[in-house]
């Protein structure tokens, strides 16, 4: 194997150290022959984050080594523990609560059945309470604290059996392999296992199980910790685990309540630098709260920078349009994610042509991937660049981050990435020169469909045809045309006129065109795509709507858009799904026609408040807001199914929805700003409050200390009958409000 010496057939030598051989198939998912599953609705998931390591376990803290829904604790794309399981003399505990409402702590309170010990004593149930408190904080933290309600003493044995696969997120989720690289066996000393692979991509993988408190015994990988308890004692087990790679530096020396201490005063200091919202409604608060952790959660500081992560598990990892977007949808609460991350976007634009990745020059990426099968080119995700949409909602970006910050020196360093950006739109991305931007695949594994909604059967004709490629999206069409216009203001203020006019004129070209090549006059609404051969993809989706958001809608056709969006095969009382009842190809509980997105419906909100559809805007919003409210943890998920709310009392969950998922927590933000009718103009020292309207359900919010260049300011906004006015209770610096009726 390449950076390996074999001493034998059974021992290999990796750098200093030597290993006892196990399997060359250890990267295995599945045994032969065994099915793969990766949906299990019967059991809810617990999830604790920070950085790039999370945990994704049962709800009672477990991971069973029989699990194949995608359980683990994972570190760069690697799954570093499959198996992490307690028992009680051999039995699972009995669950009381569990909660993970921290984002990077969780807890769980077990507690005994009837069981008999060694020695002939009965035990009663429920007389035995386990606390399991964990967190992830540069390692995974466990602290177990056992305590005896009998009156009399309890001899307790508690096992923690850990195991490890080490496969790529790829394979976790259903790509196969046929090629491993060594699975080596455990090292056990007194207080540590080590669990190690050797991939095909020559890096060693290690996970370190350190156990402060002293096993009893640990037999294989399993750690036996046995003591006795007397009437009301409690005994404390400490351990760690670390994920090991050679490439990156070890975690900062912690215990665990150091651990909990240091991450604690991270988000303390994050929620105070940021936008300070307060809301009369306490669940709407709520809501907020949980989704401004969630962000926090998401936070992902890496050797390439920082970045929102898209969702957890499948998604902790730099994703283009969804980090993006997820920017966008915070501005209002702190801009600075969104500079971080158009910094590493920038870095990571498209250099040249390679079909293999769907790269090309200025575009920007799609999603990186760190793991094994992307070291070894296996996967084209290092970094995969098949989305058409990423690239003007990069532009955009720029634009809005220049509008909450005024750094016009942040924009004169971007020109090239910026004219770059647009050179790609132009020449890469309108593919037949039509003036529209398409996507056609050239990667064998790349993706069939490159928009958001870029599952293979998204893209399909009334007639139920798939579209053929290239495929040009409605949505990246108004995408393309806001950040035109976004940048010909750019140019303007760099003072290059002849640029702002130029692209001034190419977005007012594509928004003519727009309306004339996608409206539908029999739906009153405008189609999904045109496919290659200019032919409209008449299905009734939510992707035009999008339009809204981008102003590229004509006036004129902007009433019978909302009228056709708001039908109740569209609007199904949760949200707007993405695709109409009436298509044939409409199926609820899919992942793109016919479910709800949140991240959807808030760029929807957002439109329909600019051209004053404040009534539907309201309508759409308390539909999520009551969605919102049957989650744990008042937490939208990536999606959730599109049944109809008169016929269900809450929304259907999708059974591998991502939660939580940066776009679907930003939402929230997104929406409130919508209500509020708020901009930002840094460069002018200059807030916009345009028609501020609150739903019946909120009737005052407070936004304090919100930063604008560099003044901040705090606004109330409160809501009487049908009028919602507001006042400026502080601020700083010279910033004025200008309110447009």
């Given at each position: 194997?390449?950076?390996s010496e ?9 750098g ?9 198939e250890s990267?295995?998912?599945l ?8 949906v299990?609705?019967?059991k ?7 950085g ?9 803290g477990?991971?069973l ?10 570190y760069?794309d690697t ?7 307690l028992?009680l ?10 909660t993970?409402?921290r ?9 005994n059945?009837?069981?008999m ?6 035990v009663p149930?429920e007389t035995?309470?386990i ?10 933290f466990?602290?177990?604290?056992v305590?005896?309600?009998n009156h ?6 508690l096992e ?12 976790v989720?259903g790509?196969k ?7 080596l ?8 296992i080590?669990?190690?692979y050797h991939g095909?991509?020559?890096v060693?993988?290690k996970t370190v199980?350190?156990?402060e408190?002293p096993a009893s ?22 351990f ?7 490439e990156?530096?070890p975690?900062e020396?912690?215990?665990?309540n ?7 005063k991270?988000?303390?200091n994050?929620?105070?630098?940021t ?27 890496t050797?390439?920078?920082?970045f929102?992560?898209?969702?957890v598990?499948?998604?902790v ?13 915070i ?13 590493v976007?920038t870095q990571?634009?498209?250099?040249t042509?390679d079909s ?14 760190r ?19 990423s ?14 910050t005024g750094?016009?020196?942040m ?7 910026i ?7 132009d020449?890469?991305g309108?593919?037949?020169g ?5 996507y ?6 790349g993706l ?6 870029d ?7 009334a007639d139920?045809?798939?579209?053929e490629?290239?495929?040009a ?5 108004a995408y393309?045309y806001y950040?035109k216009?976004?940048m010909?203001e ?6 290059n ?9 190419q977005?007012e070209t594509l ?8 409206w539908?006059?029999e739906?009153g ?9 200019k ?5 009734v989706t ?6 809204l958001?981008a102003?590229?809608i004509d006036?004129?056709?902007?009433a ?7 039908q109740?095969?569209?609007?199904s ?7 109409s009842k009436?298509?044939i ?13 949140p991240h959807d419906n808030?760029?929807i909100i957002?439109?329909l408040k ?6 539907a ?16 943890y ?10 109809t709310?008169?016929s269900i ?24 700003q919508?209500?509020l009718?708020?901009?930002a103009?840094a460069?002018?020292n200059?807030?916009y409050?345009?028609s501020?309207?609150?739903p ?12 604008v260049g ?8 409160q809501?009487?009958g049908g009028?919602?006015?507001f ?11 200008i309110v447009?009726?």
């Open positions: 194997m390449p950076g074999i001493r034998n057939e059974n021992e290999i030598k990796i200093d150290e030597y290993f006892q051989i196990l399997s060359e990267g295995r998912v045994s032969q022959g065994e099915p793969f599953v990766i299990d609705i019967k809810e998931k617990l999830v604790v984050k920070e790039e390591l999370f945990l994704y376990s049962d709800i009672e477990n991971i080594r029989e699990d194949t829904s995608g359980l683990g604790l994972y760069r799954r570093f523990l499959k198996t992490f399981n028992t003399f051999g039995l699972p505990p009995v669950l009381l609560s569990s993970a409402d984002a990077f702590m969780s807890q769980i309170e077990l507690t059945a009837d069981f010990t060694a020695g002939g004593i009965v149930q035995i309470n606390r399991r408190i964990r967190v992830v904080n540069g390692k995974l466990e602290l177990i604290r305590k005896n309600y009399f003493p309890v001899d307790i044995s923690f059996e850990f195991d490890s696969d080490f496969a790529d997120m790829f394979e989720r790509t392999r046929t090629k491993y690289g060594a699975r066996a455990p090292k056990v000393t007194e207080d540590s080590l669990l190690a095909l991509d020559a060693l993988r199980i350190h156990l408190t015994e640990i037999v294989g990988t399993t750690a036996i910790f046995r003591f006795r308890l007397q009437p009301r004692e409690r005994r404390v087990i400490k760690d685990i670390e994920p090991v790679l050679p990156t530096p975690p020396a912690r215990d665990f150091k651990a909990i201490a240091d991450i604690r991270s988000y303390e994050w929620f105070k630098s936008t300070q919202i307060e809301t009369d409604n306490e669940l709407f608060t709520a809501v907020l709260r949980s989704s401004q952790r969630d962000i926090r959660m998401l936070a992902t500081d050797e390439i920078g920082f929102l992560s898209a969702g598990p499948w998604f990892t730099p994703f283009g349009r969804d980090t993006i977007i997820t920017c966008l949808q501005m209002m609460l702190d801009a600075d994610p969104a500079l971080q991350t158009a910094r976007f990571l634009q498209g250099k042509v293999w990745r769907d790269e090309e020059p200025g575009k920007i990426f799609h999603e990186v991937r793991g094994e099968l992307a070291n070894i080119r296996a996967i084209p995700h290092t970094p995969y660049f098949g989305s058409a949409d690239t003007p909602l990069y532009l955009i970006m720029i634009s809005e981050i220049f509008k909450w750094d016009i020196e924009v004169r360093s971007m020109t090239d990435a004219d770059q950006a647009l050179s790609w739109i020449e890469y309108d593919i037949d039509d003036g529209f931007v398409e056609e695949t050239r990667s064998r594994r069939v469909n490159q928009g958001w909604k599952s293979g059967n998204s893209v399909v004709h139920g045809r798939l579209a490629t290239p495929i999206l409605a949505e990246v069409q393309v950040a216009r976004r010909s750019m140019f303007e203020l760099l003072g006129r002849d640029r702002s006019i130029e692209l001034a004129g977005a928004k003519k065109r727009f309306n004339e090549a996608f539908m006059p739906e609404y405008f189609a999904m795509a045109l496919d290659g051969e032919e409209q993809v008449k299905t939510s992707n035009p709507a999008h339009g958001w102003r590229i006036d004129e056709k902007a019978q858009t909302v009228d056709r969006l708001m109740p095969d569209m609007f009382g949760w949200g707007i799904r993405t695709m009436s298509s190809n409409y199926n609820p509980m899919s992942y793109h026609n016919g479910s709800v997105w808030a760029i957002r439109g600019k051209y004053g559809f404040d009534e805007a309201n309508k759409v919003s308390t539909g999520l807001f009551d969605a919102a409210l049957h989650y744990d008042y937490r939208l998920p990536e999606l959730f199914c599109g049944f709310k008169r009392s809450r929304p259907v969950n999708y059974p591998v929805a991502c939660s939580p998922q940066a776009w679907a927590a930003g939402s929230v933000f997104m929406i409130l919508a209500m009718g708020i901009e103009d460069i002018n200059t807030v409050v345009t501020p309207s609150l019946r359900w909120l009737k005052e919010a407070d936004v304090n200390d919100m930063r560099k003044s901040t300011i705090s606004l109330k906004f809501r009487d009028v919602t006015s006042v400026v209770s502080n601020k700083t610096g010279s910033i004025r409000t447009i009726e």
